[in-house]
């Protein structure tokens, strides 16, 4: 899957389950800390992608910056794409969160579980792709859905079926959320 279909996917995700499980009161600073955390974690697991989106954020240094940690992940689809490397994510996610000052005012285990399900729902979608994961790491041996031999019905990524089936209807969902949502939004954001 290419930067733009995770990242919609993880803001996608990540904004249902907090407006899922919000009681909505104005708390502004969560709501854009979900937005924020939940966009970044979706592109996390492709640090290990010199080319990866993430990096081309970064700049002067990004591409620097990319091809040194490709090559501590190992290169491409490795730890990062693993379920040891998801576990890791999250204890220093929980860490990090933890040490957000009270009068941020982030409820930090919204915060916490949207970025969360954001990463985790990057590896599930590269598993539908034809390359699979390590999702096993250190075993070498990449999996996938459905499993081989059907991986010829999988998901090639960046071309037609991702960008003008998956992308477009990720996007149709976050604007029926938003829309259908509005009025919680509307609390949240206003006094
Ligand atoms: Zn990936």
């Given amino acids: 899957m290419t930067g733009k279909t995770h990242q919609a996917l ?8 907090y407006i899922a499980s919000v009681v909505p009161y104005y708390n502004p600073a969560t709501l854009a800390s979900v937005l924020v955390g939940s966009s970044l974690a979706s592109l996390l697991p492709d640090i290990d992608q010199p080319t990866a989106q993430i990096w081309h954020k970064i700049p002067i240094f990004g591409h620097t910056a990319g091809k040194v940690a490709s090559k501590m992940t190992f290169g491409h689809r490795n730890i990062t794409h693993s379920l040891l490397g998801f576990i890791l994510v999250n204890i220093c996610l929980c860490n990090l969160i933890l040490a957000f000052p009270e009068y941020w005012a982030i409820d930090r285990v919204t915060l916490f579980i949207s ?3 954001s990463y985790g729902l990057h590896l599930l979608s590269d ?13 070498q041996r990449m999996f996938g859905i459905p499993p081989k031999p059907f991986e010829g019905i999988r998901i090639q ?20 959320l938003i829309i259908s949502n509005w009025d919680k939004i509307k609390s949240i954001l206003f006094k």
């Fill in 10 to 17: 993880g803001l996608t995700a990540g904004f249902a389950w």
């Fill in 115 to 117: 970025v969360s399900i």
């Fill in 127 to 139: 598993a539908f792709t034809v390359e699979g994961i390590p999702i096993l790491f250190p075993y």
């Fill in 157 to 176: 990524s960046g071309k037609w079926f991702e960008n003008l089936i998956v992308f477009p209807i990720i996007n149709i969902v976050l604007l029926v």
